[in-house]
């Protein structure tokens, strides 16, 4: 199964993403991820990411689009789950040929929608466990708060993305993300066009609810 995710930074699609793949035993790439992982191996490719990264801004297409590209043929064989990609028009249209050229199907594609302002708060209360980066806390939310200032799933050490706690790097990439004329929310128009014409299968969720209830209307929808 392929699945595309769409949704703010702090709409918790990282969270359900982990959950879809483990249990569908999907490849889950994340364009984010895969930066970071550059960033911290100090790779060509991570220095000149982390520039773009630190303010906010899209890495320019021509580094993303081969990285996640070449990422999705490598790892992607037995069904994948993308996340962060693609975030623009441009993105979008290169996925979908790629996707055309070797013959494979988006299966699903989600979009998780968040106000603005919930998306902002949320991602300046978002802390990462040193363990898993998936392992769910957040100051800001009562349901995933950690535990004495500890990860709340295994007790690991918790730090905060750098590009987390600038509010104006926040508002930035949120700019990106509710573009709906060239940015993220018009690369998920574009597939959700793809979906009436029957090429894939759309599900909207409403990511103001908790983390539980959003997994169980995800899992209803994928039947
Ligand atoms: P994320 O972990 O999805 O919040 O991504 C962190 C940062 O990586 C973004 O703010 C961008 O600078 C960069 N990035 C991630 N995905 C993409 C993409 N599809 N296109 C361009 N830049 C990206």
Redesign the pocket.
Known sequence: MNILVFGP?GSGK?TQGALLQKKFNLAHI???????EHIGGGSELGKK?KV??D???????E???PM?LETLKSKGENGWLL??????TA?ARKLWEEIQKTGLKVDYVVEISLPRDIAKNRILGRRLCKNDNNHPNNIHIDAIKPADGKCRICGGELSA?S??LDGR?VD??HD?YYDAENGTLAAARFFKRLADQGETKYIELDGEGDISAIRDKLLAALG
């Open positions: 930074n990282g994340e364009s984010g991820a895969i930066f970071r990411a773009f990264i303010r906010g801004d899209l890495v320019p297409d580094i993303t689009i996640v996340d962060g990609f693609p975030r623009n993105q993305r590009d987390d790097a930035k990439r990106i």
